[in-house]
């Protein structure tokens, strides 16, 4: 019998036959196997072919592997054996670009990830040389978030338990807390949350203890969100000085300034939110600030829609514009002059995108303590002044067995991330106090989903029919009331938070510990770090080129594992198809795939926005806080589509839209022919950086 094999990095260990049997059931698997005792059965013909060409010697993992192709093509397994060779080739890739980089890899995890959290995620010392592998980062955030447990009477033993179940999780990408958490868990720095709502009234003082408040907040690892609709409008009286007001686009380019300068704990740059109300006497200015492309680059801009402006835009009337400093009108506007210049400047470059203000303060859940007027800078967690939230994403792609959802896990994996989510307000470290005080008052989390793409591929549904919107429901639906019930249990033996009496849940439940539980994020990096597609959005393409040149010397050509797994099981992978795919936005129109397979691998480019917006009215329907979701346009979009679209989210309960058409920027994370031509299948070029995974064009930070 075999004793020993050779590692690749010359290291012999003792052999192990489980090892050749889960990489042959791995592949099996891949393209529909089921029989687990056959693969035991083919393991030990590997071991007998290798004892047969070794007798007495020790083999190397090369050996072994070229033993496993064999038997698995002697054996009549074809497409088995093209799976395991594939994932063989793929391995060697990536190992000699972790090699060239530099890095050690002890999860085995994809050089995506791995890139991404070298770069962002792992610990540095004074030098910038990464001092922590992946399973040392992922051990670092479940040993200090499950530490809180003590503060709650917790025992060692049991506080050990549940650092592994939570260690468990992450390392399985299960669920991945926001970028925050795990690049500050169990450091110095300590600051978790990647949401934060700052005050501005209409005073210079507090202009300027918000600009002070944001440099900290950007400097800790946090996104901010203001509202500028206190601030007196361009032209109005200053009566301590004898002046008059700048207005609150001049204060915004100081606090786009003041982003510039400050990076995000030195690991990403700083962003914002800015949002004022469509009644304010500055908001036609507002609305084309960004005309010029670049100008308030660090910003993301939305105009605070009310009903009273919808209602009005619908029945063609006219409007007030009301001075923030005496509450009075200051001039009538007609509604649908303002709204078609909303729509214009949307179609031209994506901003201003919309909230539905008053939406979003029907579902405030705590409506006497203060109302809700912005939200973080992607839009999904409306705030109050001076509160911050917490957010992490639930895996849906390893929600699935054998083409159905495994509810039983997914409820199992809700309990602890509530859990998780709950113990990150505790260990969490504020960079002002008052944010500490309002967030532990409400212990506000955002627990939300990615992954949603690549759930429905496993199932066999198309993203873009009635099946889709059905499954995003019950999905959501069940997220959320699980969710509930693990906060009420933690609210009995925790404690509601504070302002429980004042709030809407004191009517329904006994106790509840978090006044939001549910909020559906952008996901745009930690899906990159989970392999997975992004939030609820749909796949970008199948096949894309990775921007890895400077740090590996060549760029890597990427195609979704989902179609891999399809390709090789239907019998129609090959490496020129592959390439056709690189240079695609869709693969509706490529004869040599199934059109079963074509139908359930839709691309964003595939999509009317119309079905867009009903799948984010699906998740918003059962979400507590709000929904990040791009509508994406081809190039050839009217405003009128996008009017369309706008008022579909409002009828169905959304809160906000961001919209983006093809090829309105000069400067968008990919570059398309599609960007100067009105065929919406031709041949692209998709170049996207490391940390890109697809969905919102301005929302990757």
Sequence with gaps: MIGQIQKRDGRVVSFDQNKITEAI??????????????????????????????????????????????????????????????????RTEQRKAKALLGLKDDLKIPLNSLIVLSKRYLKKDENLNIIETPRELFERVAKTIASVDKLYGKHDEQIKRIEEEFFKMLVNFEFLPNSPTLMNAGTNLGQLSGCFVLPIEDSIESIYDAIKNAALVHKSGGGTGFSFSNLRPQGDVVRSTG????????????????TDVIKQGGKRRGANMGILRVDHPDILDFI????????????????????????????????????????????????????????????????????????????????????IESTNPCGEQPLLPYESCNLGSINLSKMVDNRQINWDKLKD????????????????????????????????????????????????????????IKTAEAVMKFITEEARKMSAELGKERGSFPNFEKSVWKKKFEAMRNATLTTIAPTGTIGVIAGCSSGIEPLFAISYTRNVKETLGENLVEINSFFEKFAIMHGFYTEDLIRRISKKASIQHIADIPENIRKVFVTAHDISPEWHIRMQGAFQKYTDNAVSKTVNFPFYATPQDIEKVYWLAYKLGCKGVTVYRDGSRKTQILTTEESKRTDRFAEIEKLVPPEYNGGCQTCQI
Aim: aromatic residues 8%; hydrophobic residues 35%.
């Design 288 to 371: 084309v600030v960004k005309e010029r492309e670049g100008r308030l680059n660090n910003f993301n801009l939305s105009v605070a829609l009310t009903d009273e402006f919808m209602e009005a835009v619908l029945r063609d009337k006219d409007y007030n514009l009301i001075n923030p400093r005496t509450k009075k009108p200051v001039k009538r506007l007609k509604a649908r002059a303002v709204w078609n210049l909303i729509l214009t400047m949307a179609w031209r470059n994506g901003e201003p995108g919309i909230v539905f203000i008053d939406n979003i303060n029907k579902a405030n859940p705590t409506p006497d303590i203060g109302e």
């Design 25 to 90: 059931w791995k592949a099996a698997k891949t393209v529909g196997g089921s029989d687990r005792e056959k693969t035991e059965e083919l393991s030990k013909q590997v071991v007998d072919l290798v004892e047969e060409k070794f007798p007495g010697k020790t083999p190397n993992v090369e050996d072994v592997q070229d033993a496993v192709e064999k038997v698995l093509i002697e054996n009549g397994h074809a497409k088995t054996a093209k799976s395991y060779i594939l994932y063989r080739d793929k």
């Design 413 to 468: 994996t809700v309990r602890k991330t509530v859990h998780f989510l709950d113990n990150v307000i505790d260990v969490n470290k504020y960079p002002i106090p008052k944010i500490g005080e309002v967030t532990k008052a409400n212990r506000k989390i955002g627990l939300g989903v990615m992954g949603f793409g690549d759930m429905l591929i496993q199932l066999g549904i198309q993203y873009n029919s009635e099946e889709g």
């Design 243 to 258: 002046g008059i007001s700048s207005g609150p686009l001049s204060f915004m380019e100081a606090f786009n300034v003041n």
